[in-house]
């Protein structure tokens, strides 16, 4: 008999599993007993980041672009990611699939036309007479795109690139913790790891608590299309009850069940939808529009990455640009390490290259798809998605479907398949953030015990719902975002460690060839 079937709780780490537990708990009662300071709280902070620290971010940002580059073209390249026999442990399909679930599957599905129709009305890149026209929707498009595409993705890539390095070829814990092993050395194991991972915890709890939130306003505003269920709170608390036990039972199958088959669905459904909607929708509007979408986005990509608005600017920059950097690097330890736990085996260069790649590539295809889909109606057609998307922006998917006028039947099935891709995506961010949060509180155990990731699997569904209850979603999305601050210094002492590492081996590596020449 195993030792974990004779102590349950024999994978749980106490000082991380009563830290964290208590921490969640602290913030989400001081959220909602003083909600008014705490918004005042966080706001503060937002602001404080924005006008004093919005060249930090953007730097930041820019840094892991370079640093990924570099290391795509470099002889540390040819490093696997793990032990030089070791061979990865899911085909390319499952891999892709699982990666764009757990990195902004529900969140692109959210934005992928109401931010587009956002920036079509203004953005500091068109003149006021500019707006609502083809040029402003080139520059719409290209935003979105920047947004979603590769600044976000290289962070993601390098943070996860240092998990899979540390754990699986230097034979430590899949924590954050075992990145700052290169400068700290063995005090990873005392109060500056636990503060490391707790910091991990927090930002992947929160993170996805919010997103289950906004996950379920939608999903809500989709049911409410189909069968005209009322959008309300209380139906909202619902489904992310019923979405949280099915997360929580694929959590339980682990990866190899549960999580590669809802990533793989959700992936067939992805392109069962971008398919319907490229044949059914303006067709050779959308073919014209990817290929010069694709093109504009790498002509300014670099100048838009570079770009500190000017006083007039700083609050639209504020309020988009600087949210999403902060979004990805609150979101980028749970990510990371997810992405790290199904990537071994894998050498460095492809791995930078399929995490950039492959998700950039499908993040083009479906902002055009959708979101040119829903400009060419507000441009070329009847219009109604800007002004649907200003009321209420849950329903901009839905209606841009409704004003496709493509029949009762057709127009029916496309609504329940993106209802059904809401729930999927939801399970999938779900399960993987449980997953990764008892990694990290049973100390990078892969495997960590069924209590814990019940315990988890409620507890994120719980926060998700009483902040929902309690108007406090959008306030702890902030604190989220301010809490990305102090983590990023974390990214930069685990980034300088993976880089001195990597050093250090090609160092022995060309010795130990040197020898053998010899």
Request: aromatic share 12%; with cysteine.
């Amino acid at each position: 008999m195993s030792q974990q079937s004779i102590n349950p709780l024999a994978s749980i780490h106490p000082i991380m599993a009563i830290s964290s537990a208590g921490l969640v708990g602290a913030f989400v009662l001081f959220t909602l007993l003083s909600p008014q300071v705490a918004d005042a709280l966080y706001n503060s902070a937002r602001d404080f980041i924005a006008t004093e620290l919005s060249w930090y971010y953007i730097a930041l940002m820019n840094l892991y672009i370079a640093v990924a580059l570099v290391l795509v073209f470099s002889k540390y390249g040819k490093i696997r990611l793990g032990a030089d026999t070791d061979r990865p442990e899911f085909g390319y399909f499952a891999w892709f699939s699982m990666l764009f679930g757990a990195g902004i599957g529900i969140g692109i599905l959210f934005w992928s036309i109401a931010e587009p129709m956002y920036y079509l009305q203004s953005n500091p890149f068109v003149t006021d007479d500019q707006a609502m026209t083809a040029e402003a929707a080139q520059v719409a498009m290209r935003i979105t795109i920047f947004h979603w595409g590769l600044h976000g993705w290289a962070l993601y890539a390098i943070l996860g690139m240092c998990f899979a390095y540390f754990s699986y070829r230097k034979g430590l814990p899949l924590s954050i913790r075992s990145a700052l092993y290169p400068v700290l050395g063995d005090r990873i194991y005392g109060p500056i790891g636990y503060i490391a991972d707790l910091m991990a915890v927090l930002g992947t709890v929160f993170g996805i608590a919010t997103s289950l939130g906004m996950g379920a306003q939608q999903m809500n505003a989709g049911i409410n299309y189909l069968i005209g269920i009322d959008i309300s709170i209380n139906t909202q608390i619902v489904l992310i009850g019923a979405i949280s036990i099915v997360a929580t039972v694929s959590v339980l199958t682990g990866i190899n069940r549960g999580i590669r088959i809802l990533s793989e669905l959700n992936m067939r459904l992805t392109m069962l939808i971008l398919a319907l909607f490229f044949i059914f929708g303006p067709t050779a509007y959308l073919l014209s529009s990817l290929g010069s979408n694709t093109l504009d986005y790498i002509a300014n990509a670099p100048a838009l990455g570079a770009w500190l608005a000017p006083a007039q600017h700083s609050q639209w920059q504020s309020d988009w640009t600087i949210f999403y950097w902060g979004w990805w690097i609150a979101w980028s330890p749970f990510t990371g390490i997810f992405i790290a736990r199904i990537s071994r085996g894998r050498t460095i260069r492809e791995f930078l290259l399929g995490v950039l790649g492959a998700p950039t590539v499908l993040t083009i295809l479906w902002i055009t798809i959708f979101g040119n889909t829903a400009m060419h109606i507000e441009l070329f057609g009847d219009g109604g998605v800007a002004a649907a998307v200003n009321a209420d922006h849950t329903t901009a998917l839905f209606k841009t479907i409704e004003l496709m006028d493509l029949g009762l039947w057709l127009t029916g099935a496309m609504a329940t398949i993106c209802t059904v891709m809401l729930a999927t995506y939801f399970v999938t961010s779900a399960d993987s953030a449980t997953l990764v949060i008892c990694t990290l509180v049973a100390m990078g155990d892969n495997n960590p015990s069924a209590r814990l990731r019940i315990f988890w699997g409620i507890a994120i569904a719980a926060v998700a719902a009483v902040l929902l209850f309690a108007g406090g979603l959008q306030t702890l999305q902030t604190a989220s975002i301010a809490a990305a601050l102090p983590f990023s210094v974390v990214l930069l002492l685990a980034t300088y460690g993976l880089g001195k590492s990597l050093y250090q081996e090609g160092q022995t590596l060309n010795n130990n060839n040197q020898q053998q020449e010899g």
